[in-house]
């Protein structure tokens, strides 16, 4: 009894970390797609890149609202909302023609997978103890990771090989797997029924049995404890209006430092990385260092393999290091940063290594991104979870917004806007609109982390 209590937390992790990997193949399904698309729907450079704008617009519009919901239904139905949205997002994905129904398409995969992570996040500290978040915040990045890998190389190999509808309908057929799996094996806590059980009303045996397991967090757990709901001060009361409830919330929570401090962290860590893979990244080495598109898919195949490699080192050294998480994450986006600012001030074409170097790099930042949900959680109260994770994450993803419209807009200003237009000089003028985001970014992460110092000793609790 005692090893099947001890194995259920990691069958629920693995089921859930699934669920968050088919949720990145469905984002990224058309990372090495473009020309696909362009040539199944007939459309210009343009138009393609609405795709991934209008997919990142609705994620990140939707992580509050997911949030609140997920306070409200838990983790196990928001991922099974998810995973519906996904699989009729592909399926439409595959079997239409017209490219309005196609952007749909992408709407739908959009909100699916806002549902995704964020109860994946707010699943994890149920079953697992406080010293080994880290680590499996890391190791789920990992899954996700591997996930994005998929999408990259095997969906476009299936696409060529068997048509478009073929490997987005394989895309949705996984999805169904992975979705139902996760109605017969999550739980949202020790205790609690699955979907499924839920449904018939029923409860198993290792549903009943599970109830006994309680995570041990010993000491470190009792340190980075979650702030209890009384420690948010409380805004003037005035007259209350129907429907402003949410920006209570929001204002209650954000009068916390620590939140505000994982949120600047979030906002500075991935968006190179994420901008990079999602859309400029072929165009930049193709278009403007002149790779052949084969060097070009190797380099970003690179990428995701370096952020694998740094999820396997962040987690054991943040949980090692739990009082300098913040200094980690802002040293990794310096050093970002500083490859960029190498790529950009180079005389003439950058050399191969300086290239590797920018791909092993620059993905570190989506790791490093994972440390903002650790500190969040170390100062999120348990009554505002979810909406915390999802205001958190939102930061990451409206900086890649930003940063993907304006490299989008400079290439315009300059009439390098299009494949047959592009040039590195372009790009390099383009990809400068990055540094602003670090330096507003670090600035207000260094601001954060002293004002969260303070109030720590002021409620006598030790920084994390």
């Not at 500290?125 to 680590?135: C, D, I, K, S």
């Amino acid at each position: 009894m005692t090893r099947a209590r001890s194995l259920l937390p990691w069958a629920v992790w693995t089921v859930a970390a699934l669920s968050y990997a088919v949720a990145i193949i469905n984002r990224s399904s058309l990372a090495a797609l473009g020309p696909a698309a362009q040539d199944h729907f007939g459309i210009d450079a343009t138009t393609l890149s609405a795709f991934p704008v209008i997919q990142l617009i609705v994620y990140a519009g939707l992580q509050i609202p997911v949030g609140i919901l997920l306070d409200r239904v838990g983790a196990t139905t928001m991922i099974l909302i998810g995973g519906a949205l996904m699989i009729v997002g592909q399926v439409t994905m595959a079997t239409v023609p017209d490219v309005g129904l196609a952007i749909l398409a992408r709407v739908l995969v959009g909100a699916g997978d806002a549902c995704s992570f964020i109860s994946v996040m707010r699943m994890l500290p149920e079953w697992f103890p406080a010293r080994q978040l880290p680590t499996v915040s890391q190791l789920t990045g990992l899954v996700g990771q591997a996930g994005q890998l998929v999408s990259v190389t095997p969906l476009a190999l299936m696409v060529a090989g068997f048509g478009w509808a073929s490997g987005f309908l394989a895309v949705a057929a996984v999805g169904f797997l992975v979705t139902l799996l996760a109605a017969l094996v999550l739980r949202d806590s020790p205790g609690t029924g699955t979907a499924l059980e839920r449904i018939f009303g029923r409860t198993g045996g290792i549903t009943r049995r599970s109830a006994a397991y309680q995570p041990q967090g010993g000491a470190s757990s009792v340190e980075i404890a979650p702030p209890a709901t009384g420690l948010i001060e409380m805004p003037p009361q005035g007259r209350v209006r129907r429907g402003l409830g949410f920006w209570q919330r929001a204002r209650r929570l954000l009068r916390l430092p620590g939140v505000r401090l994982a949120y600047w962290v979030h906002f500075t860590s991935p968006f190179a990385s994420n901008t990079f893979i999602l859309l400029w990244g072929t165009p930049f080495l193709v278009g403007g260092v002149g790779l052949s598109r084969g060097a070009a898919a190797g380099l970003l195949s690179l990428t995701i393999l370096s952020s694998m490699a740094a999820g396997f080192l962040l987690g054991p050294l943040t949980s090692r290091f739990l009082e300098r998480r913040v200094g980690i994450a802002a040293g990794i986006t310096v050093a970002i940063a500083l490859v960029w600012i190498a790529v950009l001030l180079w005389p003439g074409t950058p050399p191969t290594w300086l290239l590797v170097l920018l791909m092993v790099v620059m993905p570190i930042g989506g790791p490093a991104s994972m440390i903002s949900f650790e500190v969040g959680r170390s100062h999120t109260p348990r009554s505002f979870s979810g909406f915390g994770t999802g205001l958190v994450n939102t930061a990451g993803f409206t900086a890649t917004l930003l940063v993907i419209l304006l490299i989008g807009l400079v290439l315009d200003v300059q009439g390098a806007g299009s494949p047959e237009n592009y040039s590195l000089g372009a790009f390099r003028v383009a990809f400068a609109v990055q540094l602003p985001f670090w330096v507003l970014g670090l600035v207000f992460m260094g601001i954060e982390y002293r004002r969260t110092k303070r109030w720590m000793d002021e409620q006598g609790r030790r920084l994390r």
